[in-house]
């Protein structure tokens, strides 16, 4: 919405003034409660608008259009669908009447020459949200209405659960997410259901949160070894400023070599692409789940780990684990974490923990997300289990959007590299070297071919980053990624994420990170890093109307 006034000179009027504001109130809409309708009028002398907004979306315009009117203000997310308990402050903005100027103004003798508007926002950089991820894993089919039991309703944001064991003739849509929306209740709604023969992930968030997804995308894998398949679902999010991948895997539980196993998992992450086709998606989000049917065994005897589960020491029994040793020992699953095991198994024969859950956030993130729980119940039936379920609680704070309401600032931020050198590379042979930056905050750029076959550019031939919103508040909270590309055979070979958090200061900050492909680590990136702010343009005083009114807009 453009609040100036583009009128011609000489009419009386201020040119990129904003002449009135009536701000009619807000309607609850009984059918939908949690939803604000919300009218406001702008007057000037020739012109009138009224505008409603219905949904988060619409209200970034209605902040948008007050923004113009106060150059000192900052929102974060601002949302006229919140609980009234939950609003954290009041942000009242003033339009001078006065501004209408002519003959009305010496006409207009009243005290009241300033219209207040109050906005319900919020200045908080973040919000918090729990979330429960499960794996239900069904040796009969027939009772997944009885393994759907295990999952909590109306304790969390956000569902995501994952099935395996679907017998080929059940149908998807009928039992699996029409099973979760009713065991949930009808305040949610689920928002992604993606099945691969017989496995299934579905996610489902709170109704009065679903304005706060932005993109939502989805991709399935299979490959087939010698016995049995291996397959996976994938699901990724963003939930306002920050995003989530979630991989629910299904790996073959005959006998199959350690190695086999991490090689599988490995093609999961590296076969699987949503987001950005050039970046793995370990790397690309904010937060990646991996979790499903693993089946890694214990390297102990049975008599040794049955007198280990009698005395509940899950701890000891989880040092000789497969899964923890290779991730611990040959850098299975780089950065990724599980909690600490403290459920008896699972599963009496084969594999112990069969089922797992691990999860890891970029180096920034890691404070914003927090596992609270980490259990499993099995229903046993004789010699079988009829189902398994095992399932962990997170408490994640996301960010908010950021909106400057800075109309006219002249302030923008520069990010440039002094050097970067990777080294200790692992990876394949590189013939054409060549690095690509990449960030939420940034347009697209181009990869910068390395000066000689070495790894290392300096910064004469990397790129200054102009940020598309400059102030440090936001910044901060964002970073930015390396890619190391083979230009020759045009493939990504890995990257590595650069923290902003250092945006409070204007110096150069040293940084060393490893480089990641596929969740492997294969190098290490070291170099220096610089912002500073810079002042677009000057305040010289205006030649003439003209001159006055481009400086404005």
């Known amino acids: 919405i453009n609040a100036e006034y583009m009128g011609e000179d000489g009419d009386g009027q201020v040119p990129g003034a904003v002449y009135d504001v009536n701000f009619c109130g807000v309607e609850r809409d009984e059918g939908r409660p949690n939803v604000s309708r919300v009218s406001v009028e702008l007057e000037t002398s020739r012109e009138e608008y009224e505008l409603e907004f219905e949904n988060a979306s619409q209200c970034w315009r209605f902040c948008e259009l007050y923004g113009m009117m106060r150059e000192d203000i900052w929102i974060w997310c601002p949302d006229l669908c919140n609980d009234q308990n939950k609003v954290r402050g009041v942000v009242t903005i003033e339009a001078d009447k006065r501004l209408l100027g002519g003959e009305d103004l010496e006409e207009n003798n009243e005290e009241d020459d300033v219209a207040h508007v109050s906005l319900n926002v919020t200045n908080v950089q973040s919000e918090k949200i729990s979330i429960w991820v499960g794996h239900i894993h069904l040796v009969d089919s027939h009772i997944i209405k009885d393994a759907f039991s295990n999952i909590p309703p109306n304790q969390f944001d956000l569902y995501v659960v994952g099935i395996t064991g679907l017998s080929e003739d059940q149908d998807s849509t009928l039992s699996q997410d029409n099973l979760i929306q009713s065991r949930l209740g009808e305040d949610y709604m689920v928002v992604i259901f993606v099945k691969l023969e017989q496995l299934a992930l579905v996610v489902a968030i709170r109704r009065i949160m679903v304005q706060k997804l932005n993109h939502m995308e989805t991709a399935t894998h299979r490959q087939s070894t010698e016995e049995d398949s291996a397959m996976a679902c994938i699901a990724a999010l963003w939930f306002m400023e920050s995003s989530f991948c979630f991989l629910y895997c299904k790996l073959p539980s005959k006998s199959l070599s350690i190695e086999d196993r991490d090689i599988l998992l490995h093609s999961f992450l590296e076969e699987l692409h949503v987001g950005h086709n050039y970046v793995d998606i370990a790397q690309q989000f904010h937060h990646t789940y991996i979790f499903g049917d693993m089946f890694y065994k214990n390297n102990l005897d049975d008599s040794l780990t049955s007198d280990l589960v009698m005395k509940q020491q899950y701890s000891k029994l989880m040092e000789n684990d497969q899964l923890s040793i290779q991730q611990r020992d040959y850098g299975l699953l780089f ?208 030649e003439d109307d003209t001159q006055e009114e481009k400086n404005w807009y």
């Open 335 to 542: 950065d990724f974490a599980e909690a600490p095991i403290s459920f008896p198994p699972i599963n009496r024969f084969n594999s112990l923990y069969p089922s797992r859950i691990l999860w890891k956030s970029l180096p920034h993130c890691k404070d914003l997300m927090e596992c609270i729980n980490y259990k499993a119940k099995a229903s046993n039936s004789n010699k079988d289990e009829s189902y398994y379920c095992i399932w962990s609680n997170y408490i994640a704070l996301c960010y908010r959007p950021f909106l400057s309401t800075f109309g006219n600032h002249s302030i923008t931020s520069r990010f440039n590299f002094d050097n970067l050198i990777i080294s200790d590379w692992t990876g394949p042979k590189v013939s054409k070297p060549a690095i690509k930056l990449w960030s939420y905050f940034m347009d697209d750029m181009p990869p910068v071919e390395s000066s000689s076959s070495s790894l290392e550019w300096d910064s004469s031939c990397l790129p200054t980053i102009q940020p598309l919103v400059s102030q440090r508040e936001y910044l901060c909270t964002q970073h930015i990624l390396v890619i190391l590309m083979d230009l020759e055979n045009g493939i990504t070979l890995a990257s590595s994420s650069i923290d902003l958090r250092f945006c409070h200061q204007q110096e150069s900050e040293a940084f060393e990170s490893t480089m990641v492909y596929g969740a492997k680590a294969l190098g290490v990136i070291k170099g220096e890093i610089h912002w500073s702010e810079v002042e677009e343009y000057g305040n010289p005083e205006p």
